[in-house]
């Protein structure tokens, strides 16, 4: 099972980045993905997630409007779109999968990708 994570870097705020997750090894369509952030000093936190049956997508209320999880059935992947980037937002941030229809704590995850850092600078 692999789960890649690609995109991050570094960014002035107000600025955009689109994170990918190509997944491989599992069955897609019964997993439910998630991004989950963690900044320095701090835990691993749920930032998005997509269901597994619908596409039902949920996002914490200080990204709402700015980000957006999609992912695309053809290509095995799962994407975060960042838009208006703050300093708040810099973290390394983690794609991961589960079972479970709507997971949110990261105990409830079955397979993590490797993390990708995201820098916003002022």
């Known amino acids: 099972v692999q789960l890649q994570a690609s995109g991050g870097g570094s960014v002035q705020a107000g600025g955009s980045l689109r994170l990918s997750c190509e997944v491989s090894?599992?069955?897609?369509?019964?997993?439910?993905f998630a991004w989950f952030s963690q900044a320095p000093g701090k835990e691993r936190s749920l930032v998005a997630r997509?269901?597994?049956?619908?596409?039902?997508?949920y996002e914490i209320d200080s990204v709402k409007g700015r980000f957006t999880i999609s992912k695309d059935y053809a290509k095995f992947a799962v994407y975060l779109t960042m838009n208006s980037l703050n300093f708040d937002d810099t973290a390394v941030y983690y794609c991961?999968?589960?079972?479970?229809?709507?997971?949110?704590?990261?105990?409830?995850?079955?397979?993590w990708g490797q993390g990708t850092l995201v820098t916003v600078s002022s």
């Open positions: 991961a999968a589960s079972k479970k229809s709507f997971p949110t704590a990261a105990t409830e995850y079955d397979y």
């Open positions: 090894g599992i069955t897609f369509s019964v997993y439910t």
């Open positions: 997509i269901s597994k049956v619908g596409g039902r997508t």
